[in-house]
Nanobody, 124 residues
Framework: QVQLVESGGGLVQAGGSLRLSCAAS????????MGWFRQAPGKEREFVAA????????VQLDSVKGRFTISRDSTKTTVYLQMNSLKPEDTAVYYC?????????????????WGQGTQVTVSS
């Protein structure tokens, strides 16, 4: 069974940091692009960041550039989202996802597998 499991969410004060992890199992995602999305209450899901299968070509939402960094480990089984200088508007459920065909990284519809999400809450 294919699984993506996120961890690392929690409650943090504004200006703080969190590191989200996404562990893949059940199949190899070594050739897949991986992405992070988020959904705040009452809002649509939005793209946050994505990274290519080789670890290159990372792209990010403009509002998180300079604060968030996406990376993946050398075994390509875990993807990370390092989040620094967090703001209350970053509060959301964060999801990782796998894009098997490596197309249209910004569009969630192009992602084939999704995790269940991890809650990030930033207090002011």
């Amino acid at each position: 069974q294919v699984q993506l499991v996120e961890s690392g969410g929690g409650l943090v004060q504004a200006g703080g940091s969190l590191r989200l992890s996404c562990a893949a199992s059940g199949r190899t995602f070594g050739n897949s692009a991986m992405g992070w999305f988020r959904q705040a209450p009452g809002k649509e899901r939005e793209f946050v960041a994505a990274i290519g299968w080789s670890g290159g070509g990372a792209v990010q939402l403009d509002s998180v550039k300079g604060r968030f960094t996406i990376s993946r480990d050398s075994t390509k089984t875990t993807v990370y989202l390092q989040m620094n200088s967090l703001k209350p508007e970053d509060t959301a459920v964060y999801y990782c996802a796998a894009n098997v065909l490596n197309v249209g990284w910004l569009n969630g519809r192009n992602y084939n597998y999704w995790g269940q999400g991890t809650q990030v809450t930033v207090s002011s």
